[in-house]
């Protein structure tokens, strides 16, 4: 059974292809933290650029290479990998019929690079934040290369060419770099633990759905067994031996992770947010946050809101 596949079918995407850089010079963009459920990704056609993500070490990318990050964090793009002190790429924006195309101007820019977003929309919040905060395809060697560099390929000639139906082109194209991320980190990743080492497991594969799709509900370790067909007691230690943590632990971080995410976007109340990973409280919601992350809903969206203002 192609468990990868099942897990990505549940959760339909849109993609979108919406900006090309070509820039030269000494240079650092940030980029803020995208919405609930959105996924953004770097293509790198020519050159190399830094990638810097908070408490994350730099990622060097060169020509061929692509950075996905599941969880659409915020982070810093730069020429030589500093810590953002160096000015904006000096650009403008040209008319271009299928995206925003910024250039400085030059013949031969140093760097050539497509930026794109893929939305799942805020359902997947959860699946995406079990994922790592990036991932690094490699142009060059490695397992996706024979299905990379054609994609690729194929992505630059129709934003080049501009041809009717592009669009929707680079759309799918930007869907299946998605894929072929999570294919990738999931061949290297060996047997990963947590939720997505449930999902290796058919035997626990239904509790590891509910605990992703149905956060809003009061899930017990009962229903959640009944679910797999299995006795409390056997599926207590088959969930403890296959994910490393219990039940109640991982749901726990699972919903609190969720609850993260959707107090840095911002546009939901915390009464709102706590409803939507299974409290029917906000005062019990307040507390479990407190309890996991060490400082109140509030707190800590004002502490993203702060770090984001000065990134």
């Known amino acids: 059974m192609d468990t990868?596949?099942?897990?990505?079918?549940?959760?339909?995407?849109?993609g979108n292809l919406d900006v090309h850089c070509q820039w030269s010079g000494h240079w650092a963009y940030p980029h803020r933290a995208e919405a609930p459920g959105s996924v953004r990704f770097h293509v790198i056609l020519q050159g190399q650029v830094h990638l810097k993500m908070d408490d994350a070490p730099v990622l060097a990318l060169s020509a061929g290479d692509i950075a996905v990050l599941p969880a659409g964090s915020r982070h810093l793009l730069s020429s030589r990998g500093d810590d953002g002190r160096a000015p904006a790429p000096r650009a403008t924006i040209q008319p271009h019929?299928?995206?925003?195309?910024r250039t400085d101007g030059s013949s031969s820019p140093e760097v050539d690079m497509l930026c794109g977003r893929i939305d799942f929309g805020a359902g997947a919040t959860t699946l995406l934040s079990a994922l790592p905060r990036q991932m690094h395809l490699p142009g060059e060697a490695g397992v996706p290369m024979a299905a990379l560099a054609p994609l690729v390929?194929?992505?630059?000639?129709?934003v080049q060419g501009g041809a009717p139906g592009a669009r929707s082109v680079v759309g799918q194209l930007s869907s299946m770099l998605f894929v072929l991320a999570v294919r990738h980190w999931w061949q290297q990743a060996g047997a990963p633990d947590g939720v997505l080492g449930l999902l290796r497991e058919p035997r626990l594969r239904p509790a590891a759905i509910a605990m992703l799709s149905h956060q809003h509900e009061p899930l017990t370790i009962d229903e959640l067994a009944a679910g797999c067909h299995m006795s409390r007691a056997s599926f207590l230690r088959l969930f403890e031996r296959t994910s490393g943590t219990p039940p109640a632990q991982l749901l726990a971080k699972l919903r609190m992770d969720t609850a993260a995410v959707r107090l840095e976007r911002g546009g939901e109340s915390v009464g709102a947010i706590g409803e939507a990973v299974g409290f029917q409280s906000e005062s019990a919601f307040i507390r479990a946050f407190e309890r996991h992350k060490g400082m109140s809903p509030a707190a800590y969206r004002r502490l993203m809101k702060r770090d984001a203002s000065v990134s």
């Open 153 to 158: 390929a194929l992505m630059r000639s129709e």
């Open 4 to 14: 990868l596949s099942e897990l990505l079918d549940a959760y339909p995407a849109r």
């Open 97 to 101: 019929g299928l995206l925003e195309w």
